[in-house]
C-alpha cells in the first residue's frame, strides 16, 4: 500500500523566510495518542503560560517572590489543564455515541475537538456539546466538597485549591452562554434541532451574543482583577479566547474590499459642490487597491493502491486510469463487498464520487476508510474536498488541516485550504497559506497553479510597497 506518514512527534521551524512570530507560534507538537485520541499542542501555550503566571502570581496574595511565582505558574498551568479536560469530555461523549475522535488540537487560547462522524440526533449533539462544561463544574462541585472537609491544607494549598475551583466554575458556567464559538451555542442548535426536526444554522445572532459575551468578560476581567484573587484573570482568558476564536475574528475579505458596491446615493441628490467633489472621487484610482484573492480550482487527492490487490481491484484502478470514474465506483462497490476492511477500496471509490460530483458520497466513504485506519495524506486531503463540496467548509479546512500534520509541505493541500479560507472570507488566513504553497516542491501538473499563486503574491507585494 503506497504510504505518505509523518512522524507522529515532529516538530519543525518555519523556513527562514516565513520565520515571523506568527508563523512560529502556530507551530505544534503531535503527540502520539492521549487516552487513544491524536493531541496536538500548539506553540502559542508557552507565551500564555507566561503571561498568566505572571497575572496569577501577582494576585494570588501568597507572600514571598519565589512562592508567588510559583503559586502564579501552578495556577496558569492548572488553567490550561482545565481547559484541555473539558476538550476531553467533549471527546469522551463523543466516543460514548462510537463518534471516532479525529483529534484534539490544544491551543494557548482553547482548543478543539474534531469528530469524524457527524451528529446523528439532537441528543448526541446536546450531550456531547455540553460534556465539557459538566466536566469543569464536577470538578468544582468536588473540591468544594473536599473543602468542606476542613483539612489543615496550609495557606499555600487553600489557595491554590480555591484557585482550581474558580478557573473550573468559571470555564463551565462561561460555555453555556448560547453564543459562538462556546458550546451553549451548540446546545442551543441542538434544542431547536429537536424542536423543528432539522438542525438550524449557525445564525448571525450567536456570533453577536459571541462577541457580546467576550467584550463583556474581558472588561469583567480588567475590573475583577483588584478585587478577587483569581476570577479577574480567568475572565480575561475567557475573553480573549472567544474573541481569538470567534468565526468573525478576521478583516473581511480582501475580495469583499475590492469589489466593493459603488454608493447608491446619486450624484444628483447631493448639493451642487459635493456631487461634484463625488464624481472626482469616483473616477480617482486608487493607490493600494488590494488584488482580489485568485481563483484556482482544488487539486484531486491521488488514488491509492495496496500491497496485495485483488483482481477486481487491479479492473477499478484501470477504470481511473482511464478516466470511467463511473465505472471505477461500481467496480470498488464490488471490491468492498467481498472485502468490507479493505480502506484503500473505501478511499478510492470517494476519490471515484469527488470525480462524479458526487460529495456527500465521497465524504461517507473518506470517512469510512479513516475508521478503517487508513491515516494518510491523501485520504484526508479527499476528505477535505469533499467537505468543500458539501458546502462544510469548517470540516474541509480541518480535513486539510490533518493533511498538513501529516505532510507539512503538501502543496496541494494549503493551496485547497486557502481556497476554503478564501470562501470563508478569512483572506489573512488564505494569504498565509499561499505563502507557505510558495515555498513547497510541486509535481509537474501543479506547475500553474503554482505560478498563479506566484502571481497574486508578487501583485500583493508591488500593491503594499506603493
Known sequence: MGTFRGSSSKFSLPHPTEANIVTLLRQNWSVKALWGIPLSIELSCLPVLAVWSLIFSQLSGVSGLRLGWGMGFLAALLLLVSVLLHELGRAFAGRAYAMTVQSIAFRGFGGTTSFQDNYQRPLQLLEVSLAGSLVNLSIFVLLSGLASLRFNLGESLLTLVEAIKVINVTLGLFHFIPGLPLDGARALRALLWGKSGKLPPAHSWLAQVGYAASAIAIAAGLYYMSQHKFLGGVLLYLGLWACINHPQTVLPSLSSITNAPK??????????????????????????????????????????????????????????????????????????????????????????????????????????????????RETYLGQGIAYAGSGDLQGAIMAYSEALRLDPDCFRAYLNRANAYGAM??????????????????????????????????????????
Not at 467481498?338 to 458526487?358: I, M, S, T, W
Not at 510558495?438 to 500583493?460: A, G, I, K, Y
Open 425 to 466: 472570507g478569512q483572506s489573512q488566513k488564505a494569504i498565509a497559506d499561499y505563502r507557505h504553497a510558495e515555498n513547497c516542491p510541486v509535481h509537474p501538473s501543479e506547475q500553474e497553479h503554482l505560478e498563479q499563486v506566484r502571481q497574486f503574491l508578487t501583485l500583493l507585494k508591488t500593491t503594499i510597497q506603493r
Open 263 to 376: 454608493s447608491r446615493i446619486k450624484p444628483s441628490l447631493l448639493p451642487k459642490d459635493t456631487a461634484s467633489l463625488a464624481a472626482k472621487r469616483s473616477q480617482r484610482p486608487q493607490p493600494n487597491a488590494i488584488p482580489s484573492l485568485p481563483k484556482l480550482a482544488n487539486l484531486d487527492a491521488n488514488f491509492l493502491h495496496c500491497a496485495a490487490p485483488s483482481e477486481r481491484f487491479t479492473q477499478g484502478m484501470h477504470y481511473v486510469e482511464n478516466a470511467k470514474f463511473q465505472a471505477a465506483v461500481t467496480i470498488f462497490d464490488q471490491v468492498i463487498q467481498a472485502d468490507p476492511g479493505c480502506a484503500e477500496a473505501y478511499h478510492n471509490r470517494g476519490n471515484a464520487f469527488l470525480k462524479v460530483q458526487d460529495s456527500p458520497s465521497a465524504l461517507e466513504d473518506f470517512k469510512t476508510a479513516l475508521r478503517l485506519g487508513i491515516h494518510q
